[in-house]
């Protein structure tokens, strides 16, 4: 099970930090995801990072204004999204991979996915 949390309403520039707690067995083996559907929108990539934290992965629309990181002792993970915009406003929600130690960066390689958080960026 993944839950969200730290979504909430923001103004254009402001920053948030997202976090996903997991409450299954051997998370350090899973490469985790930050996903975000916007209203009328399919779901789409933001960011991933490998089972131990070495790679990360960001899409166009986020690179070099999020981090995303783990701490596998705590079985979570985060996003932090800086400079945040308008188009930003979507439900984030993180997924685990189906396969250990895979880095899995498609919607169909993950299998476990959490109920999102609101994240609302007003202009």
């Known amino acids: 099970q993944l839950v969200e949390s730290g979504g909430g309403l923001v103004q254009a520039g402001d920053s948030l930090t997202l976090s996903c707690v997991a409450s299954?067995?051997?998370?350090?083996?899973?490469?985790m995801a930050w996903f975000r559907q916007a209203p009328g929108k399919e779901r789409e990539f933001v960011a991933a990072i490998t089972w131990n934290g070495g790679v990360t992965y960001y899409s166009d629309s986020v690179k070099g204004r999020s981090t995303i990181s783990r701490n596998n002792a705590e079985k979570v993970i985060y996003l932090q999204l800086n400079a945040l915009k308008p188009e930003d406003t979507a439900v984030y929600h993180c997924a685990q991979d189906t396969l250990r130690y895979r880095t899995g960066r498609s919607q169909a390689d993950f299998g476990s996915w959490g109920q999102g958080t609101q994240v609302t960026v007003s202009s």
């Open positions: 299954g067995d051997n998370f350090s083996w899973y490469t």
